[in-house]
C-alpha cells in the first residue's frame, strides 16, 4: 500500500517533527509506503493534483484541520482515491463526526484497521463543503477567530461570548425544492454533518450519507433563552426549541437582507447576499472505523 501524506504544519498547534516520527514508526510496523508533501501557503491545488499523479498512492492522508480536509475533498471528488483524515488541528469536527476523535495514532491504525465509506459534499457558491457552512452568528464567531493570533477552544469561547452582545437579525428567504419562506434568523446552517468540533450539536438529524442536507434556521431569541439553546445544542436536542426550525432539502437558494459573512468548513469565505446549496451524493470516499454490529 502506498500513502501520501497531505501535511499542513500551519494548522492548530498539533504538528512538527513529531508527526513524521509516527508516520515512519507505523510504516515500519505495518510496511506501507509513504511520500510526504508539506503544504505551503503557495501551494495550489494543481500541485498537489499533479503530486497525487507522481506518486499514484492508494491512500491519500491529510493531516491538518477541516481547512485541510475540504481542500483534499476538493481534490479527490469524484474519484476512488480514499481519503484518511489525520486530526491535528485546533477542533477536528469532520475527525469526530467519522468517529476518529482526536488522536493521530488512532487515525494512522486506521490505515489497516479502518473501512471506506462514501459520504455526500455539499456544493455551496461553487464551493466544496464536507462538513459545515453558515452565515450569521457562528460565521462572525469564525471570522474573529481567525482573526486571532491564539487558538483552541478557550479562544472559541471568548468569541463566542463578544458576539453574543451584539446578536443581529437577518431575514432570509429560502427556497427549497420548490417552496419558498421567508425566515428572520441570527443564524442559518447548511450541514452536510450533525455537531462543530466543539461538540456543540447544530443538526441532531444529519448523516453523513443519506443525500440530503438540512438546513438549520436559528431564529431570534431573548438572551434570557441562550443557556437553554445551549444546553439543547450540547446534549443533541436543538430541534425541540422553539427557536429552531430544520428544513432537509437536496437544493436551495437563500437571498439575505443584508450582505452577511459566509465561512465553510471554519474558513471565511467573504460576505455575500445570496446562497446557492446542493448535495453531491456519494461524491468522496473517507475510510473510517468500523461500525459496532447493533448487539455486538
Not at 462538513?131 to 450569521?136: E, S, T
Not at 426550525?245 to 439575505?256: L, Q, Y
Request: proline letters at 3%.
Amino acid at each position: 500500500m502506498k500513502v501520501l501524506f497531505i501535511i499542513n504544519t500551519k494548522s492548530g498547534n498539533r504538528l512538527g517533527a513529531g508527526l513524521e516520527a509516527i508516520i515512519s514508526e507505523e510504516s515500519r510496523k505495518t510496511g506501507f509506503e509513504y511520500q510526504i508533501y508539506r503544504l505551503h501557503q503557495d501551494n495550489t491545488e494543481q500541485m498537489i493534483r499533479e503530486e497525487i499523479d507522481e506518486f499514484k498512492p492508494d491512500v491519500v492522508a491529510a493531516a491538518g484541520g477541516d481547512g485541510t480536509v475540504n481542500l483534499m475533498s476538493k481534490i479527490l471528488c469524484d474519484s476512488e482515491l480514499p481519503l484518511l483524515i489525520i486530526p491535528a488541528g485546533s477542533a477536528n469536527g469532520m475527525a469526530k463526526e467519522l468517529g476518529i476523535g482526536n488522536r493521530i495514532e488512532s487515525a494512522l491504525s486506521l490505515l489497516t484497521t479502518g473501512v471506506r465509506r462514501k459520504i455526500d459534499l455539499l456544493k455551496i457558491n461553487n464551493i466544496h463543503c464536507i462538513h459545515l457552512a453558515d452565515v450569521g452568528l457562528n460565521a462572525r464567531i469564525v471570522k474573529r477567530f481567525e482573526n486571532d493570533v491564539r487558538r483552541g477552544m478557550l479562544t472559541y469561547a471568548k468569541h463566542l461570548l463578544a458576539e453574543i452582545f451584539l446578536i443581529r437579525q437577518y431575514r432570509f428567504h429560502i427556497t427549497t425544492d420548490g417552496e419558498s419562506i421567508v425566515r428572520k434568523a441570527v443564524s442559518l446552517t447548511f450541514a452536510n454533518a450533525s455537531k462543530y468540533g466543539t461538540g456543540v450539536v447544530i443538526n441532531p438529524i444529519g448523516k453523513l450519507d443519506d443525500g440530503k442536507f438540512e438546513l438549520v434556521i436559528i431564529k431570534p431569541f431573548p438572551r434570557a433563552k441562550l443557556l437553554s439553546i445551549a444546553w439543547k445544542m450540547f446534549n443533541g436536542t436543538l430541534q425541540t426549541s422553539e427557536y429552531a426550525e430544520v428544513i432537509r432539502s437536496g437544493k436551495a437558494s437563500i437571498r439575505t437582507s443584508r450582505r452577511t459573512t459566509l465561512q465553510v468548513d471554519g474558513e471565511v469565505i467573504g460576505k455575500t447576499r445570496q446562497i446557492e446549496v446542493r448535495i453531491l451524493p456519494g461524491a468522496l470516499t473517507v475510510i473510517t472505523p468500523r461500525q459496532e454490529e447493533p448487539g455486538s
